[in-house]
Each structure stands twice: as structure tokens, then as C-alpha cells.
């Protein structure tokens, strides 16, 4: 594990983002191989469903990665000020409290399939390959929940690596899986649903035996694990709103596809393979915004507010220097790109999601800012600011989108995404400027001595 609180905040940040990177990636790679190999083994219609049923399984997926990132904040703070017994009283607190949560939120979801396949214009010839496809998902939502909040915990204390090992391996499985199962045995969405969940269990049980074995700060037995009431509040406050964040940005996501879905199977093809290969490139932003909320928390645990200023400065920075190359190779290689994902006779949804991606690559800076705000704000705690953000260009994106798609196309989309995220920016500035205007960001006498350790570092 390590210290995040002192050394060269450039070098902290860069070591400490690359697991973050590579588990990101890896985590594409769990909705992107389903998407190539049902693409290439089931044919476009299968690929239009799975796409189809994207945003939904993406909308309760981040439900959960809302509440576990609450979590991790508080976590992240405790460590950093020494205090181990509320980190196992908050690991302790989340677990239980989350796994109820899941529990109803997986059994509400079951019965809203098939209303919300058809809120959002689903072609009624994917919308049983769809149903299926979610049923099976839905139904492994609570080893989703066990994999973000353990592997969530081990990155707050500083240790992304093993779960980075842990994502790799169940990775790899999920591929192997859907290759036997889509392709050798013919069994299409449903395949790649079952290779998905049990992918996750076994990450889970490594996250599990890695913690018994070396993790003494998240050890429990079942009958000390009890919930906090004030730590639950706590919890509650940080996770609802990161929560409410996560649902209303995918909620909107899911209206998005809700305009492509009656530009035919064409467009919902593209569609589901330009989603995929955005969160490629989107990976090292949201990686280093995940890093950045750590490092915030760890500082500001420790009273250190000139780390955590350096540390928004630097993770602009290094996402810059890697979404500008990125953006040229994306909009001359969008044509290739999408031919992983569709075959070469079907011309029609190549050469849409082609036109999408190319105008894509020309925004692709904005999230190097927008996304680092987030991660400082919610490293601080703000998730009022970062909610307030996301509810800022969630509207616009959708707005514009159904103006202007049924005119100009699918890829006019690519516009719409830019200028909500252009007012996202806007805002995150004027509040980063007036938080420190105000004096909220001295957050702790930077002349305070460091608070004493409990225990050592792991």
C-alpha cells in the first residue's frame, strides 16, 4: 500500500492512477467482449439487444458503484487520520446495509424489465433477446455489490493492485466463458449474461480470500458485523447522493438510447459499439478521477490542503496529455474500430457509428477536466457539487438529442454530449473558484500537525 500523503504528488498520482487505468480497461472489457462476441457469433440483432439492455443494466450497476464510492470516501478519510477501528466499523456498516439494499433493488428490477425495454423504443423483434439478457444479469446484482465494495475498500487504503489482479483474472474468464458459450454452444445473449455473473462471483471470492489472508483492517466474522447508526448516516449522506448521481447520469443515458432505438436495428448496432468504444478511451479519465478522490481523502484526512490542490492540477494535466493523441488516432482509425465490432457486409451500421466517432474525437478533452473536478469534489466530500454537475448536462445532452437526431443523425449526438459537458465544466469552476474564495478550502490549518497514527502503514 501506498502512502499517498507524502512525496511527489506528479509521481503519486501517476503510480497510483495506473491500476486505477488498467482496472477500467478491464472493466470495458467485461461489457465490450460480450458486445464483440455476440456481434460476430449471434449476428447484429443480438448485438442490438445486448446494446439494447445496456443502459439499463448500467443504470443499476452504478446504483451500487454510487453507494460503495461513499464508502470508500469515508474509508479513505479514517486511514488517512489513523483511525482503524471506524474503517472496520464503516466496511462493516456498508456491508451489511448494501447488502439490503441489493436484495430489493434486484428483486423491483426484475419486475421492470420488460416497462422499461419499451419506455425507451426497444424494436419489439430484440426486446425478447433483451428481457433474457437483463433476467440473468438482474439476478447476480449482489456478487456486482460484493466485488465494488471489497475492491473499493482495498483501493481507499491505497492498495489498487490487487484488485486490478483480481478484475484480470475474472476478466479473462468472462471472455473464455462467452467464447464457449456464444460461439461454440450457440446459446447467444444468454451466454454472455451467465459468463458475466459468474465472472463476478469468482472475483468475489478472491477479493474475499485476499482480504482473510492479508487485510487485517477488513477482517469480520459474521457475528461481529453490525451496522453503526451514526456511521450509517454518514454513509447514507455520501452514498444517496453519489447514488442519485450515478442513476441520474445513466437514467439519462438510457433516454439517449430511447432516441436512437427508432432509427432502426442499423443505428442501434452502431450505437451499442460506439458506447463501448467511448469507454475505452473515457477509461484513463475516469481512472485518474477515481485516483484523485483517494488521494483528496487521504489528504484531507491528514490535514495536508496543498497536496490535495496539486493533485486536481496534476490529474488535469496527465488527461490531457493522453486524450489528445487518443482523439487523432480515434478519428482516423474510425472506421477499423467499429469492424471489431460488425461485419464488413453490414455497410449501413458501420459507416453510422464511423461518422459518430469521428465527430466524438473532437471533445474527447473535455472529460480530462470535467472528470478530475468530480474526483476533487467528491474527494472532499461535495457531492452536492458533483450531482449539481451531473444534473447540469444530463438535460442538455437529452434535450438537444431529441431535437436533433430524427434531422441530422445519430452522429449529431456526439455534439450533444460536448455541450453538456462544456456547461458541466463551466460550472465545476465557478464552484472550485468560489469553494476556495470562500475559505471553505483550508478544510484543515495547514499548520496543524499531522494527526498520530494508530497503527503503522500496511
Known amino acids: 500500500?501506498?502512502?499517498?500523503?507524502?512525496?511527489?504528488?506528479?509521481?503519486?498520482?501517476?503510480?497510483?492512477?495506473?491500476?486505477?487505468?488498467?482496472?477500467?480497461?478491464?472493466?470495458q472489457l467485461y461489457n465490450t467482449a460480450a458486445a464483440v462476441i455476440v456481434g460476430q457469433f449471434a449476428g447484429k440483432r443480438a448485438l442490438a439487444a445486448v446494446?439494447?439492455?445496456?443502459?439499463?443494466?448500467?443504470?443499476?450497476?452504478?446504483?451500487?458503484?454510487?453507494?460503495?464510492?461513499?464508502?470508500?470516501?469515508?474509508?479513505?478519510?479514517?486511514?488517512?487520520?489513523?483511525?482503524?477501528?471506524?474503517?472496520?466499523?464503516?466496511?462493516s456498516t456498508a456491508l451489511l446495509a448494501g447488502l439490503i439494499f441489493t436484495v430489493v433493488l434486484s428483486a423491483a428490477a426484475i419486475f421492470l424489465i420488460r416497462p422499461m425495454l419499451f419506455l425507451i423504443q426497444t424494436p419489439n423483434e430484440i426486446v425478447p433477446?433483451?428481457?433474457?439478457?437483463l433476467r440473468i444479469i438482474i439476478a447476480g446484482l449482489v456478487f456486482s455489490f460484493f466485488y465494488n465494495l471489497l475492491s473499493s475498500?482495498?483501493?481507499?487504503?491505497?492498495?489498487?493492485?490487487?484488485?486490478?489482479?483480481?478484475?484480470?483474472l475474472s476478466c479473462a474468464l468472462n471472455i473464455g466463458m462467452s467464447m464457449v458459450l456464444v460461439g461454440n454452444f450457440q446459446m447467444g445473449v444468454k451466454g454472455a449474461a451467465y459468463s458475466t455473473v459468474i465472472?463476478?462471483?469468482?472475483?468475489?471470492?478472491?477479493?474475499?480470500g485476499y482480504i482473510f489472508r492479508r487485510v487485517p483492517?477488513?477482517?469480520?466474522?459474521?457475528?461481529?458485523?453490525?451496522?453503526?447508526?451514526?456511521?450509517?448516516?454518514?454513509?447514507?449522506?455520501?452514498?444517496?447522493?453519489?447514488a442519485v448521481q450515478q442513476t441520474f447520469l445513466y437514467v439519462g443515458v438510457l433516454i439517449l438510447q430511447g432516441a436512437v432505438n427508432p432509427l432502426g436495428v442499423d443505428a442501434i448496432a452502431a450505437y451499442s459499439a460506439v458506447t463501448k468504444i467511448d469507454g475505452f478511451i473515457l477509461a484513463p479519465t475516469d481512472s485518474l478521477a477515481l485516483a484523485l478522490t483517494i488521494f483528496t481523502s487521504l489528504n484531507r484526512g491528514a490535514g495536508k490542503t496543498a497536496r490535495v490542490r496539486a493533485g486536481l492540477k496534476n490529474s488535469m494535466a496527465i488527461g490531457a496529455a493522453f486524450c489528445l493523441p487518443v482523439a487523432f488516432a480515434v478519428y482516423f482509425l474510425a472506421?477499423?474500430?467499429?469492424?471489431?465490432?460488425?461485419?464488413?457486409?453490414?455497410?449501413?451500421?458501420?459507416?453510422?457509428?464511423?461518422?459518430?466517432?469521428?465527430?466524438?474525437?473532437?471533445?474527447?478533452?473535455?472529460?480530462?477536466?470535467?472528470?478530475?473536478?468530480?474526483?476533487?469534489?467528491?474527494?472532499?466530500?461535495?457531492?452536492?457539487?458533483?450531482?449539481?454537475?451531473?444534473?447540469?448536462?444530463?438535460?442538455?445532452?437529452?434535450?438537444?438529442?431529441?431535437?436533433?437526431?430524427?434531422r441530422f443523425g445519430m452522429s449529431v449526438?456526439?455534439?450533444?454530449?460536448?455541450?453538456?459537458?462544456?456547461c458541466m465544466t463551466v460550472y465545476e469552476a465557478m464552484q472550485y473558484r468560489h469553494y476556495f474564495r470562500k475559505g471553505e478550502g483550508s478544510l484543515m490549518n495547514e499548520q496543524q500537525e499531522e494527526p498520530q497514527k494508530t497503527e503503522p502503514r500496511m
Open 335 to 406: 472506421g477499423t474500430l467499429m469492424s471489431f465490432f460488425l461485419k464488413p457486409w453490414e455497410t449501413k451500421a458501420l459507416a453510422i457509428g464511423a461518422g459518430y466517432l469521428k465527430a466524438m474525437a473532437l471533445f474527447y478533452l473535455f472529460p480530462a477536466v470535467t472528470n478530475s473536478f468530480q474526483g476533487f469534489f467528491r474527494g472532499l466530500g461535495r457531492m452536492d457539487i458533483t450531482l449539481g454537475a451531473t444534473v447540469i448536462q444530463i438535460p442538455v445532452r437529452v434535450i438537444l438529442a431529441y431535437l436533433l437526431v430524427g
Open 51 to 91: 446494446g439494447a439492455a445496456s443502459p439499463i443494466m448500467n443504470i443499476l450497476t452504478f446504483l451500487m458503484v454510487g453507494i460503495t464510492l461513499g464508502t470508500s470516501v469515508l474509508i479513505s478519510e479514517f486511514f488517512g487520520a489513523g483511525d482503524r477501528e471506524k474503517v472496520r466499523e464503516e466496511q
Open 217 to 242: 483492517v477488513f477482517r469480520f466474522r459474521l457475528r461481529g458485523l453490525k451496522i453503526n447508526t451514526e456511521l450509517l448516516k454518514r454513509t447514507v449522506n455520501y452514498s444517496s447522493v453519489s
Open 413 to 422: 449526438i456526439a455534439y450533444c454530449i460536448a455541450v453538456g459537458w462544456l
Open 153 to 168: 475498500s482495498l483501493r481507499a487504503i491505497g492498495n489498487a493492485m490487487m484488485p486490478l489482479l483480481f478484475l484480470f
Open 199 to 208: 465472472s463476478q462471483a469468482v472475483s468475489v471470492l478472491l477479493c474475499v
Open 129 to 133: 433477446e433483451a428481457e433474457s439478457y
Open 1 to 27: 500500500m501506498r502512502d499517498m500523503t507524502e512525496g511527489s504528488v506528479t509521481k503519486r498520482m501517476l503510480v497510483f492512477s495506473v491500476p486505477f487505468l488498467f482496472g477500467n480497461v478491464l472493466q
